[in-house]
């Protein structure tokens, strides 16, 4: 494709003994100016032939496969918890990064600074409370719908072969959404989370040999403290991010890849 403008000849035979509509003709007028400058229509022509080509790699729905249009298949809206924790993922993400630019991760003073920006944010922010509301609330439908999608996941056999890879995928989003959980829950700095983060350490120390060099990682001690709450914010609001949306890019591109399984 060349980047010379279009000639004024390209076009006229186009037009030729062809009765328009006053809407269709300010549509060709527009898309014509378009088109003689940028050469748009190449363009759409490269983005229709796209449009096909990933069409062509889509697999048929079970509906169109086994033509049962006018049948009600009654679990199907259970094909879309995969979609729905995506979307609840993606409010969660963008709430949290509004609330980025009011939290405080820090455990000096009294109340501590953690605990005061959570305070902040509820009584003294516009519409602090319903940004934190909206953070929690996503982040527990997703752990919800990531649990039920994987119980329909199960029960419809989707994880057999070919699938058993996005199956351990699954199994490693799961287990990173609980972390999401956890490290969230710690960040307020009030009781739930101190104690909650007590337990965390003692669960760790249970661990037999490796139990301390465990607390030691995670948590930066045996009794928690600033150098918790930043282990904590870190992970939260910093590599959980990058791993967890790359992970569900991975999985949603082998589910385009193979497509949805049969009910078996
Ligand atoms: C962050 C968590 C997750 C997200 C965002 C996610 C997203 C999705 C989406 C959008 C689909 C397309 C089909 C559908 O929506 O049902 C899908 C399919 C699939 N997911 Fe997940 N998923 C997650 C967690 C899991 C878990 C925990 C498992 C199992 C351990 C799992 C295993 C699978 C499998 C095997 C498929 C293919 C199913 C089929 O072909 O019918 N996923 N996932």
């Given at each position: 494709?060349?980047?010379e403008?279009?000639?004024e000849?390209?076009h006229?035979?186009w037009?030729?003994?062809k009765e328009?509509?006053?809407i269709?003709?300010?549509?060709?007028?527009v898309?014509?100016?378009?088109d003689?400058?940028?050469?748009?229509?190449?363009y759409?022509?490269?983005?229709?032939?796209?449009?096909?080509?990933?069409?062509?790699?889509?697999p048929?729905s079970h509906?169109?496969?086994?033509?049962l249009?006018?049948k009600?298949?009654?679990?199907?809206?259970?094909?879309?918890?995969?979609s729905?924790s995506?979307i609840?993922?993606?409010?969660?993400a963008?709430?949290?990064?509004?609330?980025?630019?009011?939290y405080?991760p820090?455990?000096?003073g009294?109340?501590?600074?953690?605990?005061?920006?959570?305070?902040?944010?509820?009584?003294?922010?516009?519409?602090?409370f319903?940004?934190r509301?909206?953070?929690?609330w996503?982040?527990?439908v997703m752990?919800?719908?990531?649990?039920?999608?994987?119980?329909?996941?199960?029960?419809?056999g989707?994880?057999k072969?070919?699938?058993?890879?996005?199956?351990?995928?699954?199994?490693?989003?799961?287990?990173?959404t609980?972390?999401?959980?956890?490290?969230?829950?710690?960040?307020?700095?009030?009781?739930?989370?101190?104690?909650?983060?007590?337990?965390?350490?003692?669960?760790?120390?249970?661990?037999?040999?490796?139990?301390?060099?465990?607390?030691?990682?995670?948590?930066?001690?045996?009794?928690l403290?600033?150098?918790?709450l930043?282990?904590?914010?870190?992970?939260?609001?910093?590599?959980?991010p990058?791993v967890?949306?790359?992970l569900?890019?991975v999985?949603?591109?082998?589910v385009?890849?193979?497509?949805i399984?049969?009910?078996?």
């Open positions: 494709m060349s980047l403008p279009r000639d000849g390209d006229a035979d037009m030729e003994g328009l509509t006053p269709e003709e300010t549509y060709l007028t898309l014509l100016w378009l003689k400058r940028l050469r748009i229509v190449d759409l022509e490269i983005l229709e032939s796209l449009y096909y080509k990933v069409n062509m790699q889509l048929k509906t169109e496969q086994y033509n249009d006018n009600f298949w009654y679990w199907y809206p259970l094909y879309a918890l995969g729905f995506t609840a993922y993606i409010v969660a963008l709430s949290g990064a509004l609330l980025g630019f009011y405080a820090a455990t000096t009294d109340p501590t600074a953690a605990y005061g920006s959570i305070t902040m944010i509820m009584t003294e922010l516009n519409f602090g319903m940004l509301s909206l953070h929690r996503s982040a527990q752990t919800a719908a990531v649990f039920l999608h994987m119980l329909r996941v199960y029960f419809t989707a994880y072969e070919p699938r058993e890879l996005n199956w351990v995928l699954g199994i490693v989003l799961i287990s990173l609980m972390v999401f959980g956890y490290t969230g829950y710690l960040l307020p700095w009030d009781q739930l989370s101190y104690w909650a983060g007590q337990i965390g350490v003692e669960m760790s120390l249970s661990i037999p040999f490796i139990g301390e060099w465990v607390a030691q990682l995670l948590f930066g001690g045996f009794a403290g600033q150098a918790t930043m282990r904590m914010y870190i992970l939260h609001v910093f590599l959980l990058f967890v949306t790359s569900i890019a999985h949603i591109g082998i385009w890849m193979q497509g399984a049969e009910p078996h």
